[in-house]
């Protein structure tokens, strides 16, 4: 494994050039993707031009930041000006944007080098990375299994080094999921934290970007860049973005972390189990403080979930039908021509959450689906805000289970490998997924869930782990 922060202190000693970094990472791309699946679209001209640009600037002198020469990758849901982007639906197979996505304009800002666009389930609906139009991700570890969704390409690409860090997105833990199958940290901060302004939306209240890399400090150098206010996003925080490179290697002895007996079910494989109690005896040798308690904000989240968010997606792709947005299917009528264009470049999970969605939105369903879960979301955010009236972190599995074969499960089963994520997307909490520390198994994932904007105790906690371990490997 190679980290950015290595690749970072090589370029800055001028021991490797990005453009010969970069070139490597497009060669690998090149002859793993067809069976990996990662990536959807490359643009090696525009990553190579801009790896040399940082190069001239490297070798003039200029203070550069961290990530300038680092060659990575976003989701193909992140609007890029002149490259496709395409939501890994055929809906949007044409769509070239006018404009670049705020946080991948960051990024690129920083002189971050983008390779291309990621893979996807489309729409970002999906747990599995099964649903792309086009084909699927897998897994590095195991091309038999899944890679987890929705950003199934940003975690196998990191996890395959074929980018050193990538942006998913994370509604309900589609950038957590696949980091824990994947082996990889998968943060999803704080609703808000990130701008979303050119991040094509599912559920515009739950939507939000996510980082992939492999390692905390790697992860709060990306953060650095990305977090903080956009006048183009409504719903961006204004609230000032703290130094998070400065808590990385904090000290977690008195730090309070919560065991909330409901996310540890019968349903654990052993190995995630074991893999668990294990993350929880370093975090005791180090002297963080282990606190049982009850946090009863599991059950019927999963169902919120899909109400709240299908409701959303009917909303906001509502605009694909064929007259306003998107590709369009024949028809004679506009009613002719939605339903043939839905049915055409729409995939199956994609119009099965429209259909519910619009279904909870009718008026004699508000009262039965949608106020009651908006009630039980309301519920969810009070119980995690009394939790942390106790302790500082929270500690739960991210997935019941390693990474699944491809195939074999019914929709609602892959709906439910989310399960853990979901109650803190409900709530707007910073969750980050870091590999646990395993031997001779897939890998597997400990999620911890913080107070809003304290991403910076998520880094300090999951750093001190991940030095701990290191230690002994």
Same mark, same amino acid.
């Given at each position: 494994?190679?980290?950015?922060?290595?690749?970072?202190?090589?370029?800055?000693?001028?021991?490797?050039?990005?453009?010969?970094?970069?070139?490597?990472?497009?060669?690998?791309?090149?002859?793993?993707?067809?069976?990996?699946?990662?990536?959807?679209?490359?643009?090696?001209?525009?990553?190579?031009?801009?790896?040399?640009?940082?190069?001239?600037?490297?070798?003039?002198?200029?203070?550069?930041?961290?990530?300038?020469?680092?060659?990575?990758?976003?989701?193909?849901?992140?609007?890029?000006?002149?490259?496709?982007?395409?939501?890994?639906?055929?809906?949007?197979?044409?769509?070239?944007?006018?404009?670049?996505?705020?946080?991948?304009?960051?990024?690129?800002?920083?002189?971050?080098?983008?390779?291309?666009?990621?893979?996807?389930?489309?729409?970002?609906?999906?747990?599995?990375?099964?649903?792309?139009?086009?084909?699927?991700?897998?897994?590095?570890?195991?091309?038999?299994?899944?890679?987890?969704? #929705?950003?199934?390409?940003?975690?196998?690409?990191?996890?395959?080094?074929?980018?050193?860090?990538?942006?998913?997105?994370?509604?309900?833990?589609?950038?957590?999921?696949?980091?824990?199958?994947?082996?990889?940290?998968?943060?999803?901060?704080?609703?808000?934290?990130?701008?979303?302004?050119?991040?094509?939306?599912?559920?515009?209240?739950?939507?939000?970007?996510?980082?992939?890399?492999?390692?905390?400090?790697?992860?709060?150098?990306?953060?650095?860049?990305?977090?903080?206010?956009? %006048?183009?996003?409504?719903?961006?925080?204004?609230?000032?973005?703290?130094?998070?490179?400065?808590?990385?290697?904090?000290?977690?002895?008195?730090?309070?972390?919560?065991?909330?007996?409901?996310?540890?079910?019968?349903?654990?494989?052993?190995?995630?189990?074991?893999?668990?109690?294990?993350?929880?005896?370093?975090?005791?040798?180090?002297?963080?403080?282990?606190?049982?308690?009850?946090?009863?904000?599991?059950?019927?989240?999963?169902?919120?979930?899909?109400?709240?968010?299908?409701?959303?997606?009917?909303?906001?792709?509502?605009?694909?039908?064929?007259?306003?947005?998107?590709?369009?299917?024949?028809?004679?009528?506009?009613?002719?021509? #939605?339903?043939?264009?839905?049915?055409?470049?729409?995939?199956?999970?994609?119009?099965?959450?429209?259909?519910?969605?619009?279904?909870?939105?009718?008026?004699?369903?508000?009262?039965?689906?949608?106020? %009651?879960?908006?009630?039980?979301?309301?519920?969810?955010?009070?119980?995690?805000?009394?939790?942390?009236?106790?302790?500082?972190?929270?500690?739960?599995?991210?997935?019941?289970?390693?990474?699944?074969?491809?195939?074999?499960?019914?929709?609602?089963?892959?709906?439910?490998?989310?399960?853990?994520?979901?109650?803190?997307?409900?709530?707007?909490?910073?969750?980050?997924?870091?590999?646990?520390?395993?031997?001779?198994?897939?890998?597997?994932?400990?999620?911890?869930?913080?107070?809003?904007?304290?991403?910076?105790?998520?880094?300090?906690?999951?750093?001190?782990?991940?030095?701990?371990?290191?230690?002994?490997?």
């Amino acid at each position: 494994m190679v980290t950015l922060q290595q690749v970072s202190l090589r370029l800055s000693k001028l021991e490797i050039s990005s453009a010969e970094l970069t070139s490597a990472y497009l060669e690998r791309i090149g002859e793993e993707n067809l069976d990996l699946g990662a990536y959807l679209t490359l643009c090696p001209e525009k990553a190579l031009s801009a790896a040399r640009a940082v190069d001239s600037r490297r070798i003039k002198g200029e203070k550069l930041h961290p990530l300038a020469g680092i060659p990575m990758a976003v989701k193909d849901n992140f609007c890029t000006e002149g490259i496709p982007t395409t939501c890994a639906s055929k809906m949007l197979r044409d769509f070239i944007p006018p404009y670049t996505a705020t946080a991948v304009k960051r990024l690129e800002d920083a002189g971050a080098v983008l390779l291309g666009k990621l893979n996807l389930d489309e729409f970002a609906m999906g747990a599995t990375g099964e649903y792309s139009a086009y084909y699927p991700a897998v897994n590095p570890h195991d091309l038999t299994r899944m890679a987890g969704g #929705s950003s199934s390409g940003s975690a196998a690409s990191v996890a395959a080094d074929q980018a050193l860090f990538s942006l998913g997105s994370d509604t309900g833990g589609s950038v957590r999921l696949p980091a824990s199958f994947c082996g990889v940290v998968g943060m999803k901060p704080t609703y808000g934290r990130i701008s979303r302004y050119g991040m094509i939306a599912f559920a515009s209240s739950l939507d939000t970007v996510g980082i992939v890399t492999h390692t905390m400090w790697d992860n709060a150098v990306v953060l650095s860049v990305l977090a903080g206010a956009d %006048p183009m996003d409504a719903t961006c925080s204004l609230t000032p973005v703290p130094d998070y490179l400065a808590s990385v290697s904090s000290p977690v002895k008195g730090l309070r972390i919560g065991i909330p007996k409901e996310f540890y079910t019968d349903d654990l494989t052993p190995n995630v189990e074991k893999a668990l109690r294990e993350v929880m005896e370093v975090y005791r040798s180090l002297g963080a403080v282990l606190c049982p308690m009850s946090l009863p904000v599991t059950e019927d989240s999963l169902a919120v979930y899909h109400i709240l968010s299908s409701a959303e997606a009917a909303s906001n792709l509502g605009r694909y039908d064929g007259v306003r947005f998107g590709a369009r299917g024949a028809g004679n009528t506009p009613a002719e021509i #939605s339903q043939n264009t839905k049915d055409r470049f729409l995939g199956g999970e994609v119009q099965a959450r429209i259909a519910s969605g619009a279904a909870y939105l009718l008026e004699e369903n508000l009262d039965t689906y949608y106020k %009651p879960a908006l009630e039980k979301q309301r519920f969810i955010k009070t119980a995690f805000a009394e939790a942390f009236q106790t302790v500082d972190l929270i500690l739960a599995p991210t997935a019941t289970c390693e990474a699944p074969r491809t195939g074999g499960f019914s929709r609602s089963e892959k709906r439910a490998f989310d399960r853990f994520t979901v109650p803190a997307s409900l709530a707007g909490l910073p969750s980050v997924s870091i590999p646990c520390k395993t031997e001779d198994t897939l890998p597997i994932g400990f999620q911890l869930v913080a107070p809003a904007f304290r991403e910076d105790l998520l880094y300090r906690a999951g750093d001190a782990y991940e030095r701990e371990v290191g230690r002994h490997a």
